[in-house]
């Protein structure tokens, strides 16, 4: 199975912040590489899909990036509706997910 | 839009069989453009996906769980489900069903989610 290592597990941020997460794959998957947000008790929501496409209806806040096997969800301009967790999805093959960030009010 | 929405008995004793059902409205089961997969994550841990199911009732199991699980479809209910059978406790978990968006060789992104259904395995 591909290993998807996200970092950082939570941060604490303040509205208005640049927020940046990290998903790491243990070997070259592409840009076979999806972000979801999730909140509490809801379902998961696609954010990005192959590593940089902005899903319809997603705020233009969030952006993907990919280095490598690095890739990156960042949001600009974090809004009181962007806390939640976030994590990462590889579809390379047998898909496999990160263990998410909790993103928290600061 | 399409949603989904899984449901199922939220106890299962152990060495039984799980079952769940995803009812899918907004959209056909049959299109040939998707694929219907299942999802689960057991509380604190990352989630894992199960399987799929294609309108032409063709499968793929993640190979982790595929001695245990049956993923099939009914059309005329526009549902699919997924049957878990020797379940353990290591099977808790919160079960989600989701669109697929992949194709003949492997799943890609999964969009709607279901808001996934809490099983627990106990006696």
């Known amino acids: 199975d591909i290993q998807m290592t996200q970092s950082p597990s939570s941060l604490s941020a303040t509205v208005g912040d640049r927020v940046t997460i990290t998903c790491r794959a243990s070997?070259?998957?592409?840009?076979?590489l999806h972000w979801y947000q999730q909140k509490p008790g809801t379902a998961p929501k696609l954010l990005i899909y192959?590593?940089?496409r902005l899903q319809s209806g997603v705020p233009s806040r969030f952006s993907g990036g990919k280095s490598g096997t690095d890739f990156t969800l960042t949001i600009s301009g974090l809004q009181p509706e962007d806390f939640a967790t976030y994590f990462c999805q590889q579809s390379y093959n047998t898909p496999t997910f990160g263990q998410g960030t909790k993103v928290e009010i600061k | 839009q399409v949603q989904m929405q899984e449901s199922g008995p939220g106890l299962v004793k152990p060495s039984q069989t799980l079952s769940l059902t995803c009812t899918v409205s907004?959209?056909?089961?049959?299109?040939?453009?998707?694929?219907w997969s299942w999802i689960r994550q057991p509380a604190g841990k990352r989630l894992e996906w199960i399987g799929r199911v294609y309108t032409t009732g063709s499968t793929k199991y993640n190979p982790s769980l595929e001695s245990r699980v049956t993923i099939s479809l009914d059309t005329s209910k526009n549902q699919f489900s997924l049957n878990l059978n020797s379940v353990t406790a290591a099977d808790t978990a919160v079960y989600y069903c989701a669109r697929d968006h992949g194709d003949d060789d492997v799943s890609s992104w999964f969009d709607p989610w279901g808001q996934g259904t809490l099983v627990t395995v106990s006696s």
């Open positions: 907004g959209g056909s089961i049959s299109s040939y453009d998707y694929y």
């Open positions: 192959q590593a940089s």
């Open positions: 070997q070259s998957i592409s840009s076979y």
